[in-house]
Each structure stands twice: as structure tokens, then as C-alpha cells.
């Protein structure tokens, strides 16, 4: 499906991005290809934050409308982009997030538990600070929630 507006040409402008779900976007079209329905735009920093620069990909399928929000005839990509150059990735910061994110993943697994155990654990996580003592769940360090992990399992610690 075409959307009207969207081509080549927009290339370098700064424009408004609709999708259907509701979402929209506002950015600069980094680069746009219509036989694989896919539109980058890139995202600058704000001004207390440019160096929170971000592009994202998006299927032109799900895209509703592109509105131009500047004048038409300027382009924002600065002589860098224009040439195909991405900006600086601070690699450094990258392997540290993922040696965090993996920190916390081994930290909230289970060992020798269900996955139907992992998935409990899993929910009671997003909102409770828990741990694992064996196979037990140790709930804010208060309760405790033992296989089969059903509601009635539920009791309150007991220190030794």
C-alpha cells in the first residue's frame, strides 16, 4: 500500500510518522525503500539530552501518514549522514548493558526449576522484589512460595 507523501524525495526532511496502531513519530527520514516497505527515521537527542540520538526502523505496511513538519525545500541530515556515516556508538556502554542485563538474568533463574516455576517467578518479578532459595521463592524476604507454587503454598518465612 502507498501512502501519500512518501518517497524518495522526502529523503533528509523532517516529517510527522502515523502508524495504525496510534503511534506516532517525529523525526528526519534517514533513509526509505519501497520495495522492502522500510522507512528509518532518525530520532536527534532533545536539547538537554543530544547525546540520546535514535533511529528506528519501521514497515511502511503499518505506517497510516507522513506529514512534512517544516518547510519542505530544508533538509536537516548534516553532511555526515549525507554521506552514509552513522554517529559514534559508545561500544563501550553497549557491553556494559548487556553485561548487566545478563547479570540480572542469571541472578533471577532458577536452578533445576520448571519453566511453569521460571514464569511464576518471572511475574511475581515485574512487581516484587524476589529471589530464589532452591526451588523456593523467596518473596521480598518475607514469604515464601514452594512447589507446585499455587496460591495455598504461599508462607510466611520462617527464620531459624
Known amino acids: 500500500?502507498?501512502?501519500?507523501?512518501?518517497?524518495?524525495?522526502?529523503?533528509?526532511?523532517?516529517?510527522s510518522v502515523k502508524t495504525n496502531n496510534g503511534e506516532s513519530f517525529e523525526g528526519v527520514i534517514y533513509a526509505f525503500d519501497q520495495k522492502q516497505n522500510c522507512l528509518a527515521l532518525f530520532e536527534p537527542g532533545s536539547q538537554t539530552n543530544k547525546s540520546r540520538q535514535t533511529f528506528k526502523m519501521l514497515n511502511t505496511s503499518y505506517v497510516t501518514s507522513v506529514t512534512p513538519v517544516a518547510d519542505s525545500t530544508e533538509t536537516y541530515l548534516n553532511e555526515q549522514f549525507r554521506k552514509g556515516d552513522l554517529p559514534k556508538i559508545n561500544t563501550e556502554k553497549i557491553q556494559e548493558r548487556a553485561r548487566a542485563a545478563r547479570e540480572k538474568r542469571e541472578y533471577s533463574m532458577g536452578?533445576?526449576?520448571?519453566?511453569?516455576?521460571?514464569?511464576?517467578?518471572?511475574?511475581?518479578?515485574?512487581?516484587?522484589?524476589?529471589?530464589?532459595?532452591?526451588?523456593?521463592?523467596?518473596?521480598?524476604?518475607?514469604?515464601?512460595l514452594k512447589a507446585p507454587y499455587k496460591p495455598e503454598d504461599l508462607k510466611a518465612k520462617e527464620d531459624g
Open 111 to 144: 536452578a533445576d526449576v520448571t519453566i511453569e516455576a521460571q514464569d511464576v517467578f518471572d511475574a511475581i518479578e515485574r512487581t516484587l522484589k524476589c529471589s530464589w532459595d532452591g526451588s523456593t521463592i523467596v518473596i521480598l524476604d518475607v514469604v515464601e
Open 1 to 15: 500500500m502507498a501512502i501519500d507523501g512518501l518517497s524518495e524525495s522526502l529523503v533528509g526532511k523532517k516529517v
